[in-house]
Nanobody, 118 residues
Framework: VQLQASGGGLVQPGGSLRLSCAAS????????ANWYRQAPGKQREWVAS???????NYVDSVKGRFTISRDNAMNTVYLQMSSLKTEDTAVYYC?????????????WGQGTKVTVSS
């Protein structure tokens, strides 16, 4: 099982980006999933989570601006980021519990860099 994160880039303050996290492999499904981020010189922090049933939670700093969603058919989790601020600049990582052939495991994507700058 591999998680592939994508969608990062350079965006101006106030702009939007959508990150994707796709699980690759046969006969698998994503259960719960999370997005984390790590800004330069700071510890990694949890940003958002989504349960297998679609319930979502967010860190206070992104509430109302970020939306986590999932496409079960595509085995993909998204993070829609709007009204971006310079303090959102970080490498974003996805983490998911993936079930394959009756066995569940926690996996991490490789990270995708988001830079918010004018």
């Amino acid at each position: 099982v591999q998680l592939q994160a994508s969608g990062g880039g350079l965006v101006q303050p106030g702009g939007s980006l959508r990150l994707s996290c796709a699980a690759s492999g046969n006969d698998l499904s994503i259960n719960a999933a999370n997005w984390y981020r790590q800004a330069p010189g700071k510890q990694r922090e949890w940003v958002a989570s989504i349960s297998s049933g679609g319930s979502s939670n967010y860190v206070d700093s992104v509430k109302g601006r970020f939306t986590i969603s999932r496409d079960n058919a595509m085995n993909t989790v998204y993070l829609q980021m709007s009204s971006l601020k310079t303090e959102d600049t970080a490498v974003y990582y996805c983490n998911a519990v993936v079930r394959r052939l009756g066995i569940s495991g926690s996996y991490w994507g490789q990270g995708t860099k988001v830079t918010v700058s004018s």
